[in-house]
Every structure is written in structure tokens, then in C-alpha cells.
């Protein structure tokens, strides 16, 4: 595999995307593992899943929302994207006491959980201000372990949506921001995340549809995770011949319809953690990702 684009110094966000159960949290900590120890760039993950699991990959405390470094040069954050949206409107109130008041309305509770996209752009507009270092410290890339492949389409085609909808103050304001920054491929890369099984393939092909119908771009790289090493004739289980077949067909269906950049990891006996997230960042550079 030749050198991904997802290397250029002009990026400075790449979305992982895929769906549940494939393994986008370990590619995205992974991704953030290999670039953080062979780049000089200040890396940060983030996680939006509630089970904030992300810490587990690299055995540092649960995120809570709050920043945590792994090593000089990588950090995680599990995000709250509720909260996100608070905090732009204490920062623009500036007055507690109004703030308050606003954030306990129920036209506010109304708004947050019922504006189209609103949510999904506090997600990516946190990514922005912590790029440009609003409000906290500065970051050189974030990967953003989205939400799973029919979300993760939803959350980038959500600005724009927001942009129409919320034409003035500061919300609609950040969607037209983010709209251009998600539609810029040379800042945004998108990396689309499978197991070589049915589903999760058929998700993958349909989520390079989605993008291109609704987006007008393509995932940058296709991450088949998880496959089953070859089996060998001598001691090789039944189930194992029949996983790394199945495995065998649905490569086969992604060589058929795939024409993209596309790296293959394979299925490693080990727990989730950082042995798990060091081997598979290895995996990643042998692959020619940095």
C-alpha cells in the first residue's frame, strides 16, 4: 500500500466511522497511537459513546469528559455532546446567572434535543475548537471515533443541514463553519472501519453511497479489521477454516466493489489495551501508515 493521504500535514480531522462491533474504537486509538509516536503532532481522540471505553485501550482513568494525556504527544476525551452545546451558550451568555436560567428553559431542552443536526455539530465543533485551541489546549489532529456508519453520515452531512435551518446566531454560525471544513478533503479524511463478514460489509459499501450521494466525497481508507489468520492443515480447528473462509468470501466481495485505499488487520489473541493498541499501530505503519 503506498503512502495514505491521511498522512498529509493538512489534515487535521479524520473521522472513523463503521458499524457497532467492528472495532472503529481500537483503529481510531490505534490511528492516534502510530501518528502521536512518529510524528511531532499533538494528537487527541476522541470517543462520543456514553460507555466512555475509550480509556481502557490505553489503561488511563475514565475520560469523564475532561481531556486525559496517554503520552506526551496523544490524549483521549469521551465527549458529552449535551454539554458541548451548553458551554457555547455560557461562553456567548457570559452572564452565569442568564446562562443558568437559558440552559434550565424548556424551550432550551426543547431546542437541544429537537434541532436537526444540533448535536452532531457540537461533536465536530468541539473537534474545530480544540484544532484551533478555543477554550482548552490546541491540538495538531483529533480523530473522532463517530458514532456507527448510519450516524456517522448523519453527523457529517449535519452542518450544512443545521446551516439551513438555524440561519442566524452563533449556532447557525457554527454550521456553516463546520460545513466547509467537513467538505474540505484536504483538512477532513474519513476512514470507513468493517469486519470482513456479511453485514458489516454490506454497512461499508453502503456508506460509501451515503457519502458520495450526500457528501459528494469518498472514505479515504477502508480498514477491514479483524480477519482470521490462514489456517494451516495441521491442527486447524473446523471453526477456524470456516471464519477465515467466510473472511476469504467477503474480501473478495470488497476486491470486487472497492476501489480505494484499504488496509487489512488482522484478528490478535489479546484483550483490549495497550499491548492490543501498540500491536495494531504496528500493523499500521507495516500497512504505510506512517
Known sequence: ???????SPLRRLLVVTGKGGVGKTAVAAALGHRLAKV??????VIEVDPRDNLHQMFATPPSGGAIVEVFPGLSVQNLKPRHVVDDIVRERLKIALLSKRVIASPVYEHFTEGAPGLKEVAILGHALRRLEGIGGPAFDLVILDAPATGHGV???????LLAEVVEKGPFGELGRRLAEFVADDDRCGVVAVTTA?????????????ALAAELGRKPDLLVVNGLYPAATEDGAEDLWRRRRALNESELGRLDAAWDGPRLDLPLLPMDRGPQLIAQ??????????A
Do not use: D, I, T
Open 197 to 209: 463478514e456479511e453485514m458489516p460489509v454490506q454497512e461499508v459499501l453502503e456508506l460509501r453511497v
Open 39 to 44: 510524528r511531532p503532532l499533538r494528537v487527541l
Open 280 to 289: 495494531l499501530s504496528e500493523r499500521l505503519h507495516r500497512g504505510g501508515l
Open 154 to 160: 448523519s453527523l457529517l452531512a449535519a452542518p450544512g
Open 1 to 7: 500500500m503506498n503512502e495514505s493521504p491521511l498522512l
